[in-house]
């Protein structure tokens, strides 16, 4: 087993991170504060340097592959698999992928939703790193999650570029997978 309890984040990135996002109020409908990631990803150094933080707490878990949750999980999982030389494997939608898949429905506020991943790229004894780029409630992560874990997969960490605290996603997360560390680059 890894452990990567020693693992902390740099804070001058978390710092940086923070600064760098845009808040649109009221966006996309009245009373939510819609916390806006577009500006990291238009600075090449502070993308690189997530990329690194990201790749360096898959790699304290023991991780074998990275799974990205669509679809800005994506745009943080490939580069950070890229990092590590390491497969990557895209969690999507219902309705998205081709072929034999592996699902999981899982409650939202109003409704519920479904992810898939196609069951080639999950083989018994994988430590998938799941990474996505916003953690609310925990659902979506959790319901990947259980996907990885029908194909006798494990669940190596989560990782998110931002943790709205306030839902206590990752206490979810942590309570339901208590062997894969949840790390938040930044809290509000």
């Known amino acids: 087993m890894f452990d990567d309890r020693s693992y902390s984040v740099d804070p001058d990135l978390q710092k940086t991170l ?10 996309p409908k009245p009373g939510i504060v819609f916390k806006d990631i577009c500006p990291v990803l238009a600075n090449a150094e502070l993308m690189r340097r997530l990329v690194v933080e990201t790749a360096a ?18 745009l943080l999982g490939v580069p950070t698999a890229l990092e590590l030389a390491l497969p990557f494997v895209p969690a999507r939608k219902k309705g998205k992928l081709p072929g034999e898949l592996l699902r999981q429905t899982y ?6 939703d479904t992810v898939e991943i196609q069951r080639r790229a999950v ?33 190596a960490g989560f990782s998110f570029l931002l943790e709205l605290g306030f839902l ?7 309570g339901a997978f208590p062997r894969a560390p949840v790390h938040s680059i930044v809290t509000v």
């Open 18 to 27: 923070a600064e760098a996002f845009d808040d649109h109020i009221d966006f």
């Open 57 to 74: 707490q898959a790699k304290a878990c023991g991780a074998t592959k990275i799974i990205g949750i669509e679809s800005r999980g994506f």
């Open 107 to 112: 409650a939202l506020e109003y409704g519920e």
């Open 123 to 155: 083989n018994s004894g994988d430590r998938f790193f799941v990474v996505d780029d916003l953690i609310a409630t925990g659902g979506t992560a959790e319901a990947t999650a259980l996907c990885l874990q029908q194909a006798g997969a494990e669940v």
């Open 168 to 174: 206590s996603g990752a206490e979810k997360l942590s």
